[in-house]
């Protein structure tokens, strides 16, 4: 392993504006891109307009929107564009939602037909305010997406349905091929990046998947240069490989505004090579781990390689 970063991080809720700015600090050559320029780029956007649709994309100021929206690759994110919870580490709005766009589900299974996605990543806000957390929402989008594009693979990016009995089981016998959930961050910071949530139980939702329909894939994620150590990173893999997780993503936080939690520091190509080394030994299917992976990112070669994973360690069994 690299040499452990212990640096404890002092991020704190982004609402509170009497805090002052955090200053952005340069980020280094590895981490710039482009500005997003192309024709296709702009269909993509043109398309998402003419379906009122939301995604995440956008509403969480991806670095890679140029790159994905030129290959008409886009994450949709449904149950609005206003979040119940206020992660320190988050662009998406945060209050009070509108209600419920019960064509919202529909009108993204058009939206994937008309763009002909071989593989589509739907993902949503959190919704404390209903009772099931936007379950079904989820479930009725699937079935959608089914009936407009049958061959078209389907993989969410689930809030983590906390106090909400029976949610979960609705969106697993909707039967997602990957069920991810974001673990976001070790378990020493979620009070100060995540403190609406519950480390243990954003882990148990995932080991829950498993319990329900082992034929589904699962995932799920981190950011680094929050403040967490290298350490506290291959814990947190030994805790998703606990959970039976086939899948884990590790890419470099970023700041989104001066409000938000600062970059505690920004990790080396080097050492996403090192993490990625460490949880294929740990037994992952697979591993994404760049300065630039996001949940979504190469989401459709990265099931390819998934399936492919499976069927080689089924083989050799």
């Excluded at 891109?33 to 379906?51: F, H, I, Q």
């Excluded at 009122?52 to 890679?64: G, I, K, Q, R, S």
């Amino acid at each position: 392993m690299p040499q452990l970063n212990t640096s404890k991080g002092a991020a704190r809720h982004p609402e509170k504006r009497k805090n002052p700015d955090r200053p952005q600090p340069r980020r280094p050559e590895w981490l710039r891109v482009k500005a997003p320029v192309s024709a296709a780029y702009g269909e993509t956007r043109a398309l998402m307009r003419d379906l009122d649709l939301v995604t995440v994309c956008e509403e969480a100021a991806c670095p890679n929107i140029g790159e994905c929206w030129a290959k008409k690759h886009a994450t949709m994110m449904i149950l609005g564009s206003v979040c119940t919870r206020a992660c320190a580490f988050c662009n998406v709005a945060t209050g009070r939602p509108d209600l419920l766009d019960m064509n919202e589900p529909e009108n993204v299974a058009k939206a994937v037909a008309k763009l002909a996605l071989q593989h589509v990543v739907i993902t949503s806000v959190d919704r404390d305010d209903l009772a099931d957390g936007g379950a079904q929402h989820f479930a009725d989008t699937i079935k959608f997406i089914r009936l407009y594009s049958a061959q078209t693979t389907i993989e969410i990016l689930t809030p983590d349905f906390l106090r909400k009995p029976g949610a979960l089981e609705v969106v697993v016998e909707a039967r997602p091929d990957v069920f991810n959930h974001n673990m976001e961050t070790v378990p020493r910071l979620y009070p100060a990046i995540r403190p609406g949530a519950r480390y243990f139980h954003s882990l148990s939702i995932l080991q829950q998947v498993k319990q329900l329909d082992p034929s589904i894939f699962t995932k799920s994620g981190i950011m680094v240069g929050l403040g967490e150590s290298d350490e506290e990173v291959g814990q947190i893999m030994d805790d998703l490989r606990s959970a039976d997780v086939d899948f884990m993503t590790i890419g470099q936080y970023l700041q989104p505004t001066p409000k938000h939690a600062s970059v505690d520091r920004f990790v080396t190509p080097e050492t996403f090579d090192t993490y990625a080394k460490l949880g294929r030994a740990k037994g992952f299917l697979l591993m994404a781990s760049t300065p630039l992976t996001r949940s979504s990112y190469h989401a459709d070669a990265d099931f390819a390689a998934l399936q492919a994973a499976r069927n080689a360690a089924l083989e050799s069994a």
